[in-house]
């Protein structure tokens, strides 16, 4: 069976740039819109039902970070931020709201390619049927996860959706518990790609994870930081049924 083409959203107040990613993204098979800011993004979404979303961070009216803080209220779509800001601020703001990937610009089309089929790749299958002999439900600490629904449940029964981004790197440290993962263990086996001088994007996203359980960096009892070396799950992971 093939594969339906991925359908793509690029919000650029840019008309050159829409045009260019809506060509070269097009000739690669994908499925184009193209929207110059969040009124026109919030119509397509509603007509098209977008697979990920490319989104400019310096937008006039709804920026970057407003168009990410809406969507992700209702909304676990794949966002890939672009940002022509040297600031890496911007970038960890960006991560924090519930963005997956970012780039900088100016950027090869390629690479933007690349990170496309990669989050698309990552989100495909986390959103694939579970294998068989594979748990739909693991249970850490005072969570469960429901892997098909990609819901975290916690003791009173209340359900919080995650992004793709927070999904993957849960599945991560509940495949690796008690073990101590690098920064550069974490970005290769959430990105599929080796992390970039000085990134520390995953700061964020663990950050971001902890808030999900509940906890701040000072006191996390779940996934502790390991100074120097990276962070460890250190709850039991058991296959529920």
Same mark, same amino acid.
């Given at each position: 069976?093939?594969?339906? @083409? ?11 740039? %829409? ?23 919030? $119509? ?24 990410? %803080? ?43 390619? $690349? ?101 701040? @960096? ?24």
């Amino acid at each position: 069976m093939t594969t339906p @083409a991925a359908t793509l959203i690029v919000v650029d107040d840019d008309p050159e740039i %829409r045009e260019l990613l809506a060509d070269y993204l097009g000739h690669h098979g994908y499925r184009v819109f193209t929207a110059d800011g969040a009124e026109a993004l919030h $119509a397509l979404r509603l007509e098209c039902s977008p697979d990920l979303l490319i989104v400019d961070l310096m937008l006039p009216g709804d920026d970057g970070f407003t168009i990410c %803080r809406d969507v992700r209220k209702h909304s676990d779509v794949p966002i890939i931020m672009l940002t022509a800001s040297a600031d890496e601020t911007d970038r960890i703001l960006g991560l924090e709201l519930g963005a997956d990937d970012y780039l900088s610009k100016p950027f090869n089309p390629r690479e933007l390619l $690349a990170r496309i089929k990669a989050v698309l790749r990552r989100t495909r299958s986390d959103a694939a049927p579970i294998p068989t002999g594979q748990a739909r439900w693991v249970g850490f600490g005072q969570w469960q996860l429901d892997r098909m629904t990609r819901e975290l449940i916690d003791e009173k029964g209340e359900r919080t959706s995650l992004s793709g981004a927070d999904f993957q790197l849960l599945q991560v440290f509940l495949e690796h518990p008690a073990t101590v993962l690098s920064r550069d263990d974490l970005y290769a086996l959430t990105r599929g790609r080796d992390a970039p001088p000085l990134d520390r994007s995953i700061d964020v996203h663990v950050c971001r994870l902890r808030q999900r359980l509940g906890e701040d @960096a000072q006191h996390s009892q779940l996934i502790r930081t390991v100074r120097g070396a990276g962070y460890v799950l250190t709850a039991q992971v058991d296959a529920l049924t």
